[in-house]
């Protein structure tokens, strides 16, 4: 499974569509995207305090399935490879969402589905 940080809007607007995508996408070609491992640190990075954000779980299959494809590239300022969608996400491909929230300190937490499939 990837997941992805979204902005409500953006959420809204592919629940009307039946497509996710972001400004990302049309900036750069793809939407980024995280593995389970990758979720709590890219919230701290990229979006501080923000209370008003949705966790997508999409189905990396699925995405193949509908054409749609995924490439994981270097990312130098992470250390890290991260999975690159290229083109939107068809809702079919949308498996789970949360409200994604940090707490009263600032933290970021997994949903407990999440925070269970560690376990």
Not at 62 to 71: F, P, Q
């Amino acid at each position: 499974m990837l997941y992805r940080l979204a902005e409500p809007a953006d959420w809204h607007n592919a629940q009307q569509t039946g497509f996710f995508a972001s400004t990302d996408l049309a900036a750069e070609g793809f939407i980024h995207s995280s593995e389970q491992h990758q979720i709590l640190e890219t919230a701290r990075r990229c979006y501080a305090g923000r209370a008003d954000l949705v966790l997508l779980e999409w189905d990396e299959e699925a995405l193949m399935a509908a054409g749609v494809r995924v490439e994981r590239e270097w990312v130098a300022s992470r250390g890290q490879h991260f999975a690159h969608v290229f083109g939107p996400v068809p809702l079919a491909a949308v498996r789970r969402s949360w409200p994604f929230e940090a707490d009263n300190v600032g933290d970021f937490q997994l949903p407990n589905e999440l925070a269970d499939d560690k376990k």
